[in-house]
Nanobody, 118 residues
Framework: QVQLVESGGGLVQAGGSLRLSCAAS????????MGWYRQAPGKERELVAA???????YYADSVKGRFTISRDNAKNTVYLQMNSLKPEDTAVYLC????????????WGQGTQVTVSS
């Protein structure tokens, strides 16, 4: 079955950086778009960044210029480099897979907590 396993979350001060990783198995990774969502307490889940099988990317306005999504098809892994972190970036970050960049995202990881202190 499909498994998506996130890692790299943690506690960081405002202005700091983190790199999230998501290792995928059970799917033809190179054929899937991969996305990073986040969910903060009391807020709806939002798509933060996504990358298509061909390398096209999408970023939410709130993270443009600060976050970078990338993928390594040889390692079946997608990354999210997060720089200039802000307290409002605090959330559980989830990795997801879809046939198309626009979704729907059908496969989900368990998530990794990112906490940004002020």
């Amino acid at each position: 079955q499909v498994q998506l396993v996130e890692s790299g979350g943690g506690l960081v001060q405002a202005g700091g950086s983190l790199r999230l990783s998501c290792a995928a198995s059970g799917l033809t990774f190179g054929s899937y778009a991969m996305g990073w969502y986040r969910q903060a307490p009391g807020k709806e889940r939002e798509l933060v960044a996504a990358i298509s099988s061909g390398g096209s990317t999408y970023y939410a306005d709130s993270v443009k210029g600060r976050f970078t999504i990338s993928r390594d098809n040889a390692k079946n892994t997608v990354y999210l480099q997060m720089n200039s972190l802000k307290p409002e970036d605090t959330a559980v970050y989830l990795c997801a897979a879809a046939i198309r960049l626009s979704g729907p995202y059908n496969y989900w990881g368990q998530g990794t907590q990112v906490t940004v202190s002020s």
